[in-house]
């Protein structure tokens, strides 16, 4: 008896020494609840890098191999020709015709802003543009021509902002068009075009803004055509009538830019006219000798007749 009541108390105690060991181990368990999630600690993620704006430059700056070249003062920057394109994709405009080598804007313009206006340089290797043929800007049916030929162009013409105006002395040939209702083609409404004549091709300056900005634009042509400059024997000063070709374009289809046949052709006429008299010219070495046989025949007729009546007379005695 005393042997089971031993074996019990000895059962009682290694529970009791036992039981600690299955315990969450010493200290306050605390109220029953859940402990909260473990999140990892909100990293910060840098903001998305935008592009940088282009750098333009200053300077002299060759546009290609045209050998034409720009000189570009401090107040502007000179930018790509991708830019250009970019600008003008921009815009809703058509690029100029012929080579685009860039694009001017004053220094401090943002060329990728909307409200910003900047002008494409550009070259057409199109021949020798005959500077007599400007009578036709004033011709009354002009601009109704430029609307026809926008039409055919896929280009919006509401009518010209400027008419087109002609230099002499330069040359070059000047005009605006509004190309869209005012604030329309997201606030580019307005197309100001300078087109400088060399010796085998056309510059062209396009410079693309809105109708509240035309004052500054004009005002700023002089400058922006001053920056362009010819090399020596590639102005139109230099053409040589014997060598160069003739442009199929006149001074208004600078304008149009629809080629004129008849341009050409008037470069002819004085050849035409030369060769002419110069045919003439040779026959006139044989009036002499045709006046004289004239007067021979009429005399030697005066003779002959002469003879007939005296003949007469003699029958008749």
Do not use: C
Request: no cysteine.
């Amino acid at each position: 008896m005393r042997k089971n009541l031993m074996r019990a108390a000895l059962a009682a105690l290694a529970l009791v020494v036992v039981a600690p060991a299955y315990a969450d181990g010493p200290g306050n368990p605390g109220p029953n609840e859940a402990a909260p999630p473990v999140r990892a600690a909100p990293t910060t993620q840098p903001p998305a890098s935008q592009t940088a704006p282009p750098q333009g430059q200053t300077g002299v700056v060759p546009l290609g191999d045209s050998g034409l070249s720009l000189n570009v003062p401090a107040n502007y920057r000179f930018y790509s020709a991708a830019e250009a394109r970019a600008f003008a994709q921009r815009a809703n405009q058509q690029a100029p015709s012929g080579e685009i080598y860039g694009l001017l804007a004053r220094n401090g313009d943002d060329i990728r802003a909307p409200g910003t206006w900047a002008t494409i340089v550009s070259y057409d290797p199109i021949g020798y543009v005959q500077p007599q043929t400007a009578s036709g800007l004033t011709d009354a049916n002009f601009e109704t021509q430029v609307r026809d030929a926008r039409q055919t162009q896929n280009r919006h013409f509401e009518g010209f902002a400027t008419a087109p105006s002609f230099n002499a002395e330069a040359p070059y040939v000047v005009w605006a068009e509004r190309v869209a209702a005012p604030g329309g083609a997201g606030g580019k409404d307005l197309r100001y075009e300078q087109k400088i004549m060399g010796r085998e091709g056309v510059a062209g300056m396009t410079s693309i803004g809105s109708a509240d900005q035309q004052p500054a634009i004009a005002s700023a042509a002089a400058t922006l055509r001053g920056m362009l400059s010819f090399p020596e024997g590639k102005r139109h000063a230099d053409f040589d009538p014997a060598a160069d070709t003739v442009s199929d374009y006149s001074v208004p289809g600078l304008v149009t830019g629809v080629p004129t046949p008849s341009a050409q052709s008037l470069a002819n006429v004085a050849d035409n006219n030369s060769s002419g008299q110069t045919a003439f010219g040779g026959l006139s070495g044989y009036f002499p000798w045709i006046a004289l046989g004239v007067v021979i025949l009429a005399g030697g007729g005066y003779l002959l007749m002469r003879r007939r009546d005296d003949d007469e007379e003699f029958d008749e005695a």
